[in-house]
């Protein structure tokens, strides 16, 4: 620590941050604009001048920019003296000679650092009265609307695009005052994460297009803090809703997760929530006539289905939370729940669960991955399948640079030299896997090989760790060799990290991921920690309640050991073939969905049920750590529309169980379900115990989910009725549905729905909410990690008698991350990013057939024939074909599936 004086009063503050930090720190508003907490310090702006001083009795002193100047012990400075002051009101001036000043038409307005920091230097007459300089704007695609002409310079927005996110198409062109930041021509932005744009900028040059079409200002939006739901990473968000339309997702901080940062899918892929197009209302098929059912006749009729039929199997989903799930469980009994998954990505999941269980092998968190230096990933291709996790990946390979600068003397938030740095030093990565990733351009090598063999590859590595694991045979004199560096070079890290996951869905490559793990940890040399990804959000919470696999349920069903079928938001054609869901439905009578979604499974069932999705309902998942964590409604879909007939699957699922049995209804809100399977669970009750409840209040106050200067909420039903609606009342959580309650930082509730404090507007509102800017929530980190470190180490041998048969190919898995996730490709804006299905051939089997790169190939397959455009890879090894698993017409079913015959379709 270090002591400092601010303005005469004496502060112990953290000696390794600049003073622009530690002044934010401590309660004091310096404006800034270059200076990012994950970006650094580069001292662009000239905003953040303080005057430093030699001595208390020093009332002259010295500009500084506080950005760039370490919290040295015993340094004076002052920060509200008239040199300062008068010092940043003329830098604001400066920057805003060319800006448009149209906030009244600005979409950032409302939500605008620039606006912020114009208030705060109470800069308010423009002195310059000539043209102002303009730019042309770019088509970035349809994520972001670029408006160059409102920029200042402060070179944010590169800084995070080229050399945090490592984007290659997007730079900074011309000089002095004529600068632009863009592409070299028009196009659609390729990285991952480009829509942080959005809140990295401090002015309205990059804003949100998806917003743009129904736009509204920040203050006059709904917010519930919520879970993304499009992958296993759990990253924080906050979700924005307007009469009764989600009008826009934001990061939400969470220290451990994705901090300031989340990847375009969470960011942009919503509006499958807003679909005219869904279900709304109970509907029966009688006679082959739709009937549409009230709340009553819909329970009774699910009534009906459970005295007509005995035997019935209910298939939960991992795209729902564990309420959900656990009550379907509860209405069919356990041996009949069905978790939905394959039985392959089920063997997977046993194994991790397995891991959290019974290891006391290490899973980081999000933030900690950054901290390792050396990692191995084992077939994930962690960009298009869990991109926010590959973000980390990617800092902790530049983090050497910031060793070696502190280890000289340099601190780690002097941005210029450090990039220098990292151009030479890097931390190590390794990736195994079938075809190139997009991590490849940091890795040190790759190896591209089928699932089997880099399983093999994997195991070299653990025998070089461990004797007494097998030898591998028939692995070449090279591969050894690089087994061998590779095991070394884990070792010898202080911190090394073994990522693998289900995406591959092949058992053999988990088990070696641990093999390695163990054997690491049996030096006692290092830190080892293992990360496992999942396919979906809530895969491991699912897998804690249990239950079969499909493929046992249409086991069960072609052997008429079942009556009837649930499907619980779960659309079967995504997991088994067309073929064999056709021959599932061929009976509609006994087949009752409950979705939110129009999927193929929901207009199958006789009886169908309308349900919440996941931001109009509140409920828990558990993400790739262990982690569960809570999500919560942003708004009524009842209240903004009465006809609607649309409750929580847990709801529908328990109406029904008490009306069968005639009992009386014991779950009225969420925290009964809660209790309820913290009960019978063991493994949940810190879900019950360190989650908040319905009852938890500030003051005596809910927290309220919209700004305090929000208008215009008579005005939304005045075509209906002038007079204002009462809100209704949230009984399932401790929001209320409007702006009255508490919304101002506190100790004991970290579950933020928007960031706003007096004077910040922008979402540089979260350094208010932070113990120290950019470090840990005032009140912690939300969510609670279920497992314990245990004692037990089990030590899994691999079996590598694979005999695979050349002839035939096989069907391998390949991910975009715009198309394999479920719900999002019911969103519009993510179709128009989804790129047309192909078949991925190697480059040798392309040859030897006679394609080309326009070619067109034609097979057999589940008894389906496919006819596809291929794309050739010179990395993919022989008879192996890539298809888009998980998109429509592409079902899980197809993954290690053998194919006898390719041949080039002629038109």
């Known amino acids: 620590m270090s002591k400092i004086y601010v303005n005469k009063k004496k502060y112990y503050v953290n000696k390794s941050h600049n003073l622009l930090q530690v002044c934010l720190s401590i309660g004091l508003d310096i404006p800034y604009f270059c200076w990012h907490p994950k970006l650094g310090s580069v001292g662009s702006c000239r905003q953040c001048a303080v005057t430093q001083c030699n001595s208390l009795s020093d009332s002259q002193g010295r500009l500084v920019m506080s950005c760039m100047t370490p919290a040295i012990d015993g340094s004076i400075i002052l920060t509200n003296d008239k040199i300062s002051k008068i010092f940043r009101k003329n830098i604001v001036e400066l920057l805003l000679t060319n800006h448009p000043h149209d906030c009244p038409v600005?979409?950032?307005?409302?939500?605008c650092h620039l606006q912020d920091v114009t208030a705060m230097n109470k800069h308010h007459i423009r002195n310059y009265r000539f043209l102002k300089r303009t730019h042309k704007?770019?088509?970035?695609?349809?994520f972001i609307k670029h408006e160059m002409n409102r920029c200042i310079g402060c070179y944010r927005c590169v800084r995070y695009y080229k050399d945090y996110a490592d984007g290659r198409d997007f730079n900074v062109y011309g000089a002095n005052s004529n600068i632009y930041f863009g592409r070299v021509e028009d196009g659609i932005l390729e990285n991952e994460h480009s829509g942080n744009l959005v809140e990295i900028c401090p002015t309205g040059v990059f804003t949100d297009k998806t917003h743009s079409q129904q736009y509204n200002r920040k203050w006059d939006m709904q917010y519930a803090p919520s879970i993304c739901q499009s992958c296993s990473v759990g990253c924080n968000i906050s979700i924005g809703e307007r009469h009764g339309e989600i009008r826009r997702i934001e990061n939400r901080y969470h220290q451990n997760i994705n901090h300031y940062f989340i990847c375009d899918l969470g960011r942009f892929g919503y509006s499958h929530n807003n679909l005219k197009n869904r279900p709304k209302n109970p509907s029966y098929i009688i006679n082959e006539k739709l009937t549409t059912l009230n709340l009553d006749e819909a329970i009774k009729e699910g009534e009906n289905f459970f005295k007509r039929y005995k035997n019935i199997i209910g298939v939960g989903s991992s795209r729902t939370s564990i309420e959900n799930n656990f009550a379907l469980k509860e209405l069919v009994g356990e041996n009949n729940f069905s978790h939905g998954m394959s039985s392959k990505e089920e063997s997977c999941l046993k194994l991790i669960l397995n891991v959290f269980k019974n290891n006391n092998l290490y899973i980081p968190s999000l933030k900690e991955i950054e901290s390792y230096d050396s990692i191995l990933i084992l077939g994930e291709d962690l960009t298009q399948t869990s991109p926010r996790l590959a973000l980390a990946v990617r800092q902790a390979i530049k983090n050497k640079a910031k060793d070696i600068a502190e280890s000289n003397g340099i601190p780690r938030w002097n941005a210029t030299v450090i990039s220098n740095i990292?151009?030479?030093?890097?931390?190590?990565?390794y990736i195994t896997y079938t075809h190139e990733t997009k991590l490849d351009d940091v890795s040190d090598w790759c190896y591209f090989a089928s699932t089997d063999d880099q399983s093999k590859f994997g195991a070299a590595i653990a025998h070089n760790?461990?004797?007494?694991?097998?030898?591998?045979?028939n692995l070449s004199s090279f591969l050894l060799e690089k087994a061998a560096f590779i095991a070394k070079k884990l070792l010898n890290a202080k911190k090394a990290l073994i990522i693998s996951g289900t995406n591959s869905f092949n058992t053999s490559i988990i088990k070696t991921a641990i093999n390695i793990a163990i054997s690491i940890k049996k030096h006692k040399k290092n830190h080892v920690a293992l990360t496992f990804l999942t396919s979906s959000a809530n895969a491991l919470g699912l897998g804690l309640i249990g239950g079969i696999s499909i493929d046992e349920v249409y086991q069960r069903w072609n052997q008429k050991k079942a009556d009837a079928i649930i499907f619980m938001e779960y659309d079967l054609y995504r997991?088994?073939?067309?073929?064999d869901c056709d021959d599932f439905?061929?009976?509609r009578n006994n087949i009752l969905v409950i979705d939110h979604q129009y999927t193929k499974t929901y207009k199958n069932s006789t009886l169908s049920l309308p349900c919440l999705n996941f931001s109009e309902s509140s409920g828990t998942i558990i993400n790739f750590e262990g982690r569960a964590q809570r999500f919560f409604q942003v708004y009524d879909p009842m209240f903004i529309d009465q006809k609607n007939c649309l409750y929580e699957s847990w709801k529908w699922l328990h109406f029904i169980q008490c009306k069968f049995l005639n009992k009386k209804i014991s779950w009225l809100k969420l925290d009964d379900v809660i209790a309820s399977y913290s009960?019978?669970?063991p493994i949940f009750k810190k879900i019950k115990i360190s989650l908040p409840n319905a009852?938890?209040?500030?003051?005596?106050?809910k927290i309220a989910r919209s700004p305090n200067r929000c208008s215009g909420r008579t005005a939304l039903k005045s075509n209906i009725d002038i007079h204002e609606h009462s809100q209704p009342q949230d009984i399932n959580t401790m929001f209320s549905f409007s702006m009255e309650g508490f919304n101002q930082p506190n100790k004991s509730f970290s579950y933020i729905p928007f960031a706003w404090f007096p004077g910040w507007n922008s979402p540089q509102a979260w350094n208010k909410f932070q113990e120290e800017v950019g470090e840990e929530l005032i009140s912690g980190d939300s969510g609670v990690h279920l497992f314990k470190e245990n004692t037990k180490i089990s030590d899994i041998y691999l079996n590598f008698e694979i005999n695979i048969e050349k002839k035939y190919w096989y069907i391998i898995p390949y991910y975009h991350i715009f198309g394999h996730e479920e719900l999002t490709q019911y969103s519009s804006i993510i179709k128009e990013n989804i790129v047309a299905p192909y078949a991925l051939i190697s480059k040798l089997d392309a040859l030897k057939i006679g394609l080309k790169k326009d070619s067109v190939i034609e097979f057999h397959c589940v008894n389906k024939n496919f006819r596809l455009n291929i794309r050739i890879s010179k990395n993919l090894h022989t008879k192996q074909i890539g298809l888009p698993i998980g998109r429509k017409d592409f079902p899980i079913d197809l993954v290690g599936k053998k194919i006898k015959y390719i041949r080039e379709f002629i038109k």
Do not use: M, V
């Open 679 to 681: 009960n019978k669970y």
């Open 106 to 111: 600005c979409e950032e307005g409302g939500n």
């Open 422 to 429: 990292s151009e030479n030093y890097k931390n190590s990565l």
């Open 695 to 701: 009852d938890f209040r500030i003051k005596n106050q």
């Open 575 to 579: 997991y088994l073939s067309q073929h």
């Open 585 to 587: 439905f061929k009976k």
């Open 465 to 473: 760790l461990d004797n007494n694991l097998p030898i591998i045979k």
């Open 137 to 142: 704007n770019q088509y970035l695609g349809s």
